[in-house]
């Protein structure tokens, strides 16, 4: 078995992000580690989030930190991963990619204790970079420039200390002094068992003369003391770095001092014994002005400002500012954003409104005394901007329970009050600006400028059967008269364009009407019982089609006239034409397309050469619409892009192949089935560049991005005709027509895959079952929290506040602020208390139908759908749930299977209704309907339950599996399960004798997080480490199981070293980098071939598809062996050890790294194609051919 992995949608959790200029100088950018994927954001100017650029790097990047040597405009990335090396990274705007300046290895591989990589440092001048590891090892790298401007690196420079673990690192603004670093560490070789350790402040030296690094000074600090802030220096500040402890924030120097502390705010009405930790931080410099925000693990954020004199700091003041998402990063551009890399749910961009300077009380300022203050709804800061993000995405199912004719993928995700059920849908998400109703069904829609000279449209054109309507484009879109337009409104009209320079063509069935300025109206009258069927039409140049296969060529003056030029006798009827693309500085396009009954033909525009056939392309449906289109592509990396001739079929075939700017000729042809209805395809303009858009019975759009080719669905309904459109309002966007409205649409994010809708939940979500009826699409989801206070005594203790508001006669601003907590920081419950709920919901309609709170700290951990023997026809569904759970040191106070049916109220609306409960002695961690009564994994015990009338009654049991059972699967006997520790097991179960025997398990260790069956012998599975494997019973041993069963259960009673007597075989094996929350056998595409989707807790979402013939196999292994050494990872990290992360990769080709090709350079993309003895564009073909097969 030979699988090829490809991952559909990345990473979404961010765990680093850092602001600087890396693409040009005073440009506002981010960059983002989203696991091994770094990617560049951009901030635009209507305070938009764009992705730039992302590359996977194939290891764990652990940090990261911009730097910028002295006297230079941009910034450098410094990245610290797993590969054992410090990288430095340079961005390359022009080929919009990151290349590697330096790489220098200092360690082995991995993420590790003592190998550096864990933290970063960065002089603030610019002349030095520190890289620690978690324990013991530092080294310092001075950086500089040679004579060509580039930078150098020197050799690294340590100050190691055994039994020193370092919570945190900083460089520190000295000025031009020699470097310094500030860390926070704790030694402990000294210390006894139970002792209290020491935590010390270190500043470490680095002596530029000596080329010499030195511990200078080591000062105790707070014992919580875990982060540290630079203070500028110099002629900036005072410098020192400030020291975050538990509930407090004090000012050090190396110089010493006295010790600047004070206290953090606290939030009214929180545990004061409760401590308050800052977890992120950033600072704001500017002219000599600088302060800080600090963010609390609560979302709180405090500006810290300081008082000081001629180096001496007098005093710090502390306020709250705001309260946001808990950020595993924030940053604050000097553009006055301000990025928070959310540590669940959406990351978030926020612009400033104001600093905060308002005294509300809520301010420390020198004192030692506790203030507090009151969370209120946003001040100082207003959203901008959001990245979706599904992080933890918790489980998924894969059903098209929309009935829209491809699945949708429900997925749960996020934490808290981020939670939601998230519906993906294949496309690019769209914005709705505006819908009008016409008065009948038109045909085609236009957008046109009054001259050449407009920034935006004029006019909106919308054709009719026999009418035309044209609207005025400004602050509001208004109809207007004949009179005032100068169009002809009683006929149907087949294009309209802006030529010379300040007319406008509208092309009609019986001829050509040319508009100028003054409403004058210039007309060419078409032959005599001739019509004209189909145009072309640019600035400068006409081609109209007339029945029978007519052409005529005309081109246009500046004045707007139009001459004929050539006339042609094609002999069949055209269906449809196009003309390319004007190149630059020129007048002329090169190159017309038309298309007939089964041929597509290229013909030149040439005035050498004019009307004469230079290519021909056979098509195996009639063409309905013809597009040429130069894009920049993967392919070629020239300035003027590659032109492509895009043909939309009859059958719903897009077809789309190259054209030689210089020859003419047709090559590299590629095919995508978009739908069953005809092809129509529209030109517009997505970021300032050149797209396409197909319509058939879902819109597609075709763009570039990234310098990739995209072709991917619009989220969307049913357009039926398409123009470009620009206005003040809405400066890039597409009119279209869908049925009898008129509707314009902005294209969101490019590069996604997926669109999402969500359904906001109580609590983190946990699992999902299907229980979808004939009637409705219904999903069943759990949700449990530790420690927090469940929705209902929420909602009493609201009420409660409410009525002491009203009796004080208080307004309604203590409302508004207790709503606005209760959202963004839910109230925190004691260790061992739980809020958990039972939400029945319908996914399409996004709402809930019933919800069902547990009481007594219980916590929903399974969830599964069964029917019962003695109750055929009905529907259960079974909910396991754990007591008081604390998760460590574990302990619980026992487990309950509640048990409810699906019903309905006497309204006929479906519900849950309760039927029993029944309580296990331990947790009940999986779930499994088994031939008309159900399995339960209650801790390490595996028993079968059927349906009493008061209770679960207990039928079989069995006591042999070695650790907790987390996952169960069935096949007529044959029972599989997963192990937290000790793998897959396969057990059979015995009618007759009652009995559930293990007779087949795993040779390696593996914590089991899910699994699925691929056929009767043959099991998929996930761990928690974050890997993906395939195990197989051998046949001889499943045979025997199945036929010989008393000697087969006379094994299985024996066992080999307290194991089962055989052993699953592994079949296919991948890393994918980190854990992974569900498996599903799939298909995503109706009628195609099934493959294996999983998702991970990060966010991603990921495909394994077995390859169908061996000529496949054998041409992406030798691709992936080619990338492997010409196109190694950008961090260093050895591709097959990182794909081999906890064991070899086995059988399984990493789509990832191939479809990388396409970013490499032309020479080496050529010499790895001559190596496979195919051409780069055929490489190519085949790398989106096997991704098509996915989505």
Same mark, same amino acid.
């Given at each position: ?114 190998? /550096? ?61 020699? /470097? ?84 953090? /705010? ?11 930790? $800052? ?34 700091? %007098? ?68 959203? $901008? ?62 957008? *046109? ?339 927090? *206070? ?96 604390? /998760? ?278 050529? %010499? ?24």
């Amino acid at each position: 078995m030979y699988l090829y992995h490809l991952t559909l949608q990345k990473q979404s959790a961010i765990n680093v992000s850092i602001f600087g200029n890396f693409s040009a100088p005073r440009v506002q950018e981010l960059v983002v580690a989203r696991g091994s994927i770094l990617e560049l954001l951009r901030v635009e100017a209507d305070g938009k989030l764009k992705s730039i650029a992302s590359v996977d790097v194939f290891g764990a990047i652990r940090s990261l930190m911009p730097f910028r040597l002295t006297g230079s405009n941009v910034d450098y990335v410094v990245v610290g991963s797993d590969a054992g090396r410090i990288t430095i990274l340079e961005f390359d705007g022009d080929k919009s990619m990151f290349k590697k300046v330096h790489r220098e290895t200092f360690g082995r591989s991995g993420c590790r204790r003592i190998v /550096p990589g864990e933290h970063l440092a960065a002089d603030p001048r610019g002349r030095a970079v520190m890289i620690a590891a978690m324990e013991k090892q530092k080294f310092v790298y001075i950086l500089n420039r040679d004579s060509s401007a580039r930078l150098t690196i020197s050799s690294p420079l340590e100050s190691h200390k055994a039994h020193t673990v370092t919570f945190h690192v900083v460089g520190v603004d000295v000025g031009f002094e020699n /470097p310094q670093f500030a860390a926070l560490e704790v030694e402990y070789s000294e210390l006894e068992e139970g002792e209290e350790y020491e935590k010390m402040l270190t500043f470490y030296e680095l002596d530029l003369g000596l080329n010499h690094l030195v511990r200078k000074d080591s000062t105790p600090v707070h014992a919580r003391s875990n982060h540290l802030v630079a203070v500028p220096g110099g002629a900036d500040g005072p410098g020192g770095v400030l020291v975050c402890a538990e509930d407090m924030v004090s000012w050090r120097h190396i110089e010493g001092g006295a010790d600047v502390c004070v206290p953090l /705010p606290r939030c009214e009405g929180t545990d004061d014994a409760a401590p308050i930790l $800052i977890t992120a931080s950033t600072t704001h410099k500017r002219k000599g002005v600088f302060f800080f925000l600090l963010q609390s693990e609560h979302g709180d954020l405090y500006k810290v400002t300081m008082d000081y004199e001629k180096g001496e700091v %007098r005093g710090l003041d502390v306020v709250y500012f705001d309260t946001v998402p808990v950020g595993a990063a924030i940053n604050m551009l000097r553009l006055g954003f301000l990025f928070v890399a959310a540590e669940n749910g959406n990351h978030v961009l926020y612009q400033f409104q104001s600093l905060g300077d308002d005294d509300d009380g809520s301010v420390v300022r020198r004192t030692r005394e506790r203030v507090y203050f009151k969370r209120r709804p946003l001040q100082n800061l207003v959203l $901008i901007d959001e990245i979706e993000s599904l992080h933890p995405l918790t489980d998924l199912t894969v059903k098209d329970l929309a009935r829209e004719g491809t699945p949708q993928l429900y997925a749960l995700g996020g934490c808290k009050r981020n939670a939601a059920t998230r519906v993906l849908r294949h496309g690019l998400p769209m914005a709705e600006m505006a819908v009008s109703e016409l008065p009948a069904n038109p045909t085609a829609v236009w957008t *046109v400028k009054r001259t050449a000279a407009d920034e935006f449209d004029t006019y909106m054109v919308v054709a009719f059967v026999n009418a035309t309507l044209v609207l005025s484009i400004g602050d509001t879109v208004e109809e207007v008269s004949e009179a005032q337009s100068g169009f002809f409104g009683t006929a149907r009209t087949i294009a309209v364009h802006q030529i010379g320079d300040d007319s406008v063509l509208q092309v009609l069935p019986s001829g050509l009407r040319n508009i100028r300025a003054d409403k004058r109206v210039n007309e060419w009258r078409a032959p005599a019982n001739k019509v004209i069927e189909h145009a072309a039409v640019n600035s400068h140049q006409i081609v109209i089609a007339l029945g029978g296969g007519e052409l005529y060529y005309f081109e246009v003056d500046p004045s707007g006239q139009f001459s004929e030029v050539a006339k042609k006798e094609v002999g069949r009827n055209v269906l449809c034409l196009d003309m390319s693309p004007v190149p630059e500085n020129r007048r002329r396009a090169r190159y017309l397309a038309i298309g007939d009954a089964d041929t597509v033909r290229v013909l030149s525009l040439d005035p050498d050469n004019c009307m004469q056939s230079l290519a021909l392309q056979s098509v195996p449906s009639p063409p309905s619409s013809l597009a040429l289109i130069e894009m920049q592509c993967e392919a070629e990396r020239n300035a003027r892009g590659t032109l492509f001739l895009n043909i939309g079929l009859q059958d719903g075939v897009l077809l789309r192949t190259v054209l030689d700017n210089i020859t003419g000729e047709l090559t590299d042809t590629r095919r995508r089935f978009l739908g069953p209805r005809p092809v129509k395809l529209s030109k517009i303009t997505v970021q300032g560049e050149p797209a396409l858009l197909a319509l058939s019975a879902r819109p597609w759009l075709c763009y570039a991005f990234q310098n990739k080719l995209h072709l991917s669905p619009l989220s969307y309904m049913r357009l039926d005709s398409a123009a470009s459109f620009c206005s003040e309002q809405c400066s890039e966007g597409v009119v279209a027509i869908s049925g009898g409205t008129l509707r314009i649409i902005v294209t969101e994010r490019l590069g996604e895959l997926f669109h999402q809708s969500e359904l906001p939940l109580s609590y983190t979500p946990r699992k999902v079952v299907d229980v979808t009826d004939s009637d409705r699409s219904l999903l069943v989801s759990i949700e449990a929290e530790h420690r927090t *206070v469940s929705e209902t005594r929420r909602v009493e203790a609201g009420g409660a506040m409410e009525v002491e508001a009203h009796a004080a006669g208080e307004e309604d601003e203590d409302e508004v602020n207790w709503e606005y907590e209760q959202k963004i920081v839910p109230p925190t419950g004691a260790i061992g208390s739980w809020a958990s709920c039972i939400r029945l919901f319908d996914p399409t309609e996004n709402e809930t139908l019933q919800l069902i709170e547990l009481q007594d700290d219980e916590a929903a951990v399974t969830i599964c759908t069964c029917t019962f023997a003695a109750r055929r026809g009905e529907t259960f569904v079974v909910v396991g749930t754990v007591k008081s759970l604390v /998760p460590a040191p574990r302990s619980h106070s026992g487990g309950v299977l509640h048990v409810y049916v699906i019903g309905s109220d006497d309204n006929g609306a479906s519900m849950l209704q309760f039927v029993h409960k029944t309580e296990v002695e331990d947790v009940p961690g999986a779930l499994c309907p088994f031939q008309g009564r159900i399995l339960v994994g209650v801790g390490k015990l595996l028993r079968i339950y059927d349906l009493g009338k008061k209770k679960m009654l207990r039928k079989c049991e069995n006591k042999s599996f070695p650790s907790m059972v987390r996952s169960i699967l069935t096949q007529g006997d044959r029972i599989i399960v997963g192990c937290i520790a000790h793998s897959v097991l396969f057990a059979k179960y015995s009618r007759g004798e009652n009995l559930i025997h293990i007779f087949a398990d795993d040779v390696a260790p593996r914590w089991i997080t899910t699994c699925c069956f691929l056929d009767f012998d043959t099991i998929a599975g996930g761990d928690k480490f974050g890997n993906v494997f395939i195990l197989r019973l051998p046949k001889e041993v499943s045979e025997e199981a199945e036929v010989d069963r008393t000697g087969a259960f006379l094994k299985m009673n024996q066992g080999i070293l307290n194991a089962a007597p055989h052993k699953l075989v592994q079949q296919a094996q991948i890393h994918v980098g980190s854990a992974v929350t569900s498996l599903q056998r799939t298909a995503l595409i109706p009628g195609s071939n099934e493959l294996l989707l999983y998702t991970t807790i990060s966010g991603a979402v990921g495909v394994l598809v077995p390859f169908v013939s061996r000529e496949d196999v054998d041409f992406f292994s030798h691709l992936e062996m080619h990338m492997r050494q010409e196109n190694p990872p950008l961090c260093g990290r050895d591709h097959l050890s990182y794909r081999s992360y906890y064991f070899p990769v086995k059988d399984v080709i990493d789509g990832d790294l191939c479809e990388q090709y396409g970013s490499m350079k032309a020479d080496v993309k050529y %010499r790895v194609a001559e190596e496979l003895d195919r051409k780069p564009s055929e490489v190519m073909k085949k790398l989106e051919d096997i991704r098509n097969r996915c989505l």
